[in-house]
């Protein structure tokens, strides 16, 4: 994991050092970027790492693969799909770590073509896929819920939240999570923006003083080209202020999304 992470941070150091992208049609591709109802097919890999993790001060990586493919459902409507595919490594004993793929998470957001107001609105299911290659880093079962995104665009902010949650479909004894999103991007020139994005969830099935996490935190990012290929580029550090007793206090977020806009 210590790799994925390593190759991360090369490909943003040289994209943004001899990338520019073009000032006419930025705005437009930092917000698509922003947006996670945008109309536009992307592929971002984000990077989460927590540190100081217990047993004994280690590392939790977690790679998020995560294509959005969007679909049109008629000239009115639009289905937004996002996949998550997580490759994790994470603590066990001192010195040694689990690593493998977790369960995948697949969403499905009905969505107008047409934002009312500079808002758009999402609604779907959420499925969540027992392809954990290990038993500690997944459910094995099957789960389902339901999912809303609402997404408000006005030069130069782009800010909404996400909510699901996702209930076991043979036990939810062992399965139970809720997970709310809020995201602010602030654009600036040059296809730079500050962001603050961060994921806080809740395992319902853990016990009192142990169920939430809730990171605050942000960071900065930069749409970039390379060639023709636009690039939305970031780096993100979040504080847990509440978290279960061995998870860790800092996180960092580092994210490439490949985009290909229409």
Known sequence: MKRSLITLISIVSVATAFAEPEEASSADLAAAAQNPLASMISLPFQNNTT?????GDE???VLNIQPVWPFKVSKDWNLITRTIIPIVSQPDFPNSNREGI?????TGWLSPTKPINNWTVGVGPVLSIPTATRSSLGA????GGVSAVGVY???PWVAGALVNNVWGMENTDNLNTFLFQYFVNYNLPKGWYLVTAPVITADWNARSGQ?????????VGKLIKVGNLPINANAQVYRNVEKPSNYGDWS???????MFPK
């Open 153 to 155: 665009i006005k030069k």
């Open 51 to 55: 540190f100081d993790m217990d047993p």
């Open 140 to 143: 094995d079962q099957f789960g």
């Open 211 to 219: 169920k939430w996490i809730v990171p605050f935190g942000g960071g």
């Open 102 to 106: 977790g369960d995948t998470s697949v």
């Open 59 to 61: 590392t939790l990586n």
């Open 252 to 258: 960092l977020r580092l994210q490439l999304q490949f």
